[in-house]
């Protein structure tokens, strides 16, 4: 998989490229992530990218021609990439567009900064308009990071021991409760089943946890 990040802020992205499980797979070529600086696309010497909003108000908007010829330029290196806009308005991440999205070969994120890109980006150059969720963030380069963690962990290859299929979501639930050593600490227990040596009981019981927690905690996962 082949991310390539517009972005005004292409150091952000070392933050998941040096550690970690994304680094692991950068490491292993599974994965690339190459960044665009956008400002290389500007047309004036002051190297700006917005401008102020028609209709007025506050904040900048960030300008079609430079995003629409970074994207071209992107597109020559990789015409099937899909692109996507990284914004409150879009449709919501969760699990299952993780999945959709790990299917692609080359993914092309568009991070925006100010009021956002002007609204003819979306209309014409973008393939899925993505929210990382029902809050704003300062601008589209956390989200991209969220997305290609999200995706990076469902490529083959990508986890080692860690048992990725059955974590959160997987089975449209949460993931059971998780306990390690000492047996006891401040008067607390490990639970006495996953001690008991019987693997089919322990699964069972894991299982019975999904449920309970998904009931007591995320009961709107349970009614779709
Ligand atoms: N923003 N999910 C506004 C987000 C966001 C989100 C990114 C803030 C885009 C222009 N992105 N900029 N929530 O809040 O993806």
């Given at each position: 998989?082949?991310?390539?990040i517009i972005t ?77 806009y990284l914004s ?21 994120l568009l991070c925006g900064r100010?009021?956002g890109v ?19 963030i300062s601008g589209g380069e956390l989200a991209a ?80």
């Open positions: 998989m082949k991310f390539e005004l802020f292409p150091e952000m992205f070392s933050a998941i490229k040096n550690e970690g499980i994304v680094a692991r797979a950068i490491k292993k070529s599974i994965i690339s992530i190459s960044e665009w600086q956008l400002r290389d696309f500007s047309s004036n010497k002051y190297k700006n990218i917005d401008d102020k909003p028609y209709g007025g108000g506050g904040g900048m908007v960030m300008q079609v021609k430079p995003i629409r010829d970074c994207i071209v330029k992107i597109k020559e290196q990789t015409p099937e990439t899909k692109v996507i409150p308005q879009g449709q919501a991440l969760n699990q299952s567009l993780v999945e959709k999205l790990s299917s692609f070969d080359s993914l092309t100010y009021e002007d609204e003819r980006i979306i209309e014409n150059d973008i393939d899925y308009e993505v929210s990382i969720g029902d809050y704003v990071m969220v997305l290609i963690d999200s995706v990076s962990r469902r490529l083959p290859n990508v986890l080692g021991n860690e048992d990725s299929l059955k974590d959160s979501f997987t089975d449209n639930l949460l993931d059971h409760p998780h306990y390690t050593r000492p047996e006891t600490i401040d008067g607390q227990s490990v639970p006495s089943v996953l001690l008991s040596g019987n693997q089919a009981k322990i699964d069972a019981w894991r299982h019975e946890q999904s449920n309970k927690k998904t009931k007591q905690k995320r009961p709107d996962l349970l009614i779709k």
